[in-house]
């Protein structure tokens, strides 16, 4: 069966791919090795930007929204409480949601063939050939890499040969009923972030929904060589399920069940295109460095690869060249915002007690954090703002404490 699109990978990256390729009239073919729908690791906290860029979301997607969130320091000494009349995150179910998007794919015309593995790739003069698991192959004009952070895709074409840059979580999913969930984390539904907490190089997350919690603890594994006394990430994760009830974040009788082991990419590939072939999402390496936020740029990425790949097939030209506009034009979108953030994650969580206490005393860079996190503001604008506001608060502190020698001055 010859298709004019196949996409390995039906999460987040695949299926809107898939979706915005059908809108157009392609013969799409969307491919997953698990049937739908599906549980995937995550948080399933997403930042409210995506729906300006997705307006189709909508609340049958969503499970509940956060309008509070804290964030505590290394030490526990300085916790910051922000509070907003708006939404800062959105909070998801993945079996759900990533359901939902399946659906509008198939709604848009593309084909789902769920619960076949990819195997291998071949790339020929007149097609991309996929190898599944059960020995039969389809055929397309360009395949789509959507298949995750371990991509086959990506491997076998030779975008990825290493996982340098990977970040390991451990995590749970709590069934929880909607009163507990109000007594210890209110309407509001806060979100907890605990930075470098116990010196990990990472950060802890209680993330609640309507009648679900999500606890996980990360690891960023470049950053990891500059910790000591390295651990087990499940026996960090139980010592931060103590630290959350100890401080009443959580219910005590809440017990451990499944501590389930994950990980995320943590730095765009080099390359994400070759003649015939593109990959996006966690595949292409596309999640923040920093956060571990993936879903967001899984689906711009998935979108930018349905626009250069329906123009691809107008002119008839599937050659590496034209299709390197999908790197250009995914690097323009986010591409320079991972890049900062990256260099940032090398020193993951330096000096971080000090940065807390300072937005701990100001507001106005405490709610710079927050407009970031939600996507507001690029994160490089943020740094430039910080960088400007770090400065005046430097200044405004040598004033204050030494008034008359900078009268003099
Ligand atoms: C513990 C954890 C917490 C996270 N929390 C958040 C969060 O709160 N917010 C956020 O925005 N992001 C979060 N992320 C990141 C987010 O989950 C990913 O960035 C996002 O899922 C990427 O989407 P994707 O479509 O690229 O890949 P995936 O969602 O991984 O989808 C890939 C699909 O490909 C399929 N597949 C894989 N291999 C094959 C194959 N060989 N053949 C056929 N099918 C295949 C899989 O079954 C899967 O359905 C988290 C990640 C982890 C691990």
């Not at 390729?21 to 799409?28: Q, T």
């Not at 939404?87 to 993945?94: G, P, S």
């Not at 959507?146 to 996982?163: H, R």
């Amino acid at each position: 069966m010859k298709y004019e699109v196949v996409i390995v990978g039906a999460g987040p990256a695949g299926s809107t791919a898939a979706k915005f390729l059908s809108e157009k009239g392609i013969k799409v073919l969307l491919l997953d090795k698990d049937k739908f729908p599906r549980g995937k690791p995550c948080g399933g906290g997403l930042p409210v930007r995506l729906f300006k860029k997705f307006p189709y979301i909508n609340d049958d997607f969503i499970e509940s929204y956060s309008q509070s969130a804290c964030a505590y320091s290394p030490t526990l000494k300085y916790k910051l409480e922000l509070q907003r009349d708006e939404h800062i995150l959105a909070m998801i179910l993945r079996e759900k949601f990533d359901y939902e998007l399946v659906k509008l794919a198939i709604n848009s015309g593309a084909k789902l063939i769920d619960g076949e593995t990819a195997v291998d790739v071949k790339i020929t003069n007149n097609s991309a050939k996929i190898l599944l698991d059960d020995n039969t192959n389809v055929e397309s004009e360009i395949v789509i890499g959507a298949d995750g952070v371990w991509s086959t895709i990506a491997k076998k074409t030779g975008l990825c040969n290493n996982y340098k840059n990977i970040c390991m979580c451990a995590f749970e999913e709590y069934k929880i009923s909607p009163e507990t969930l109000d007594r210890y984390l209110g309407k509001a539904r806060t979100c907890h972030l605990h930075f470098k907490l116990n010196q990990n190089a990472g950060y802890g997350w209680v993330f609640p929904k309507k009648e679900h919690i999500n606890i996980g603890i990360s690891e960023f594994r470049q950053a990891i060589d500059q910790q000591k006394g390295k651990k087990n990430i499940k026996e960090k994760y139980i010592e931060y399920v103590k630290i959350l009830k100890k401080d009443n974040v959580i219910p005590e009788n809440l017990k451990i069940g499944r501590i389930r082991g994950a990980a995320l990419p943590t730095r765009p590939l080099d390359k994400t295109y070759s003649e015939r072939v593109i990959v996006c999402g966690d595949a292409a390496g596309f999640s923040n460095p920093v956060s571990g936020e993936g879903i967001f740029h899984a689906m711009q990425s998935g979108k930018i690869a349905a626009d250069v790949i329906t123009k691809a097939l107008e002119k008839n030209d599937t050659s590496e060249e034209f299709l390197s506009k999908y790197q250009k034009n995914w690097y323009k979108d986010f591409g320079k915002d991972l890049k900062l953030l990256y260099r940032t994650s090398m020193i993951w969580g330096e000096g971080y007690e000090k940065f807390i206490e300072i937005i701990f005393n100001d507001k106005k860079l405490g709610e710079l954090v927050v407009d970031t996190i939600i996507g507001k503001i690029e994160a490089r604008k943020c740094r430039r703002m910080m960088i400007r506001r770090l400065a005046y608060l430097k200044i405004k502190d040598k004033f204050v404490k030494n008034p008359n020698k900078n009268q003099s001055n």
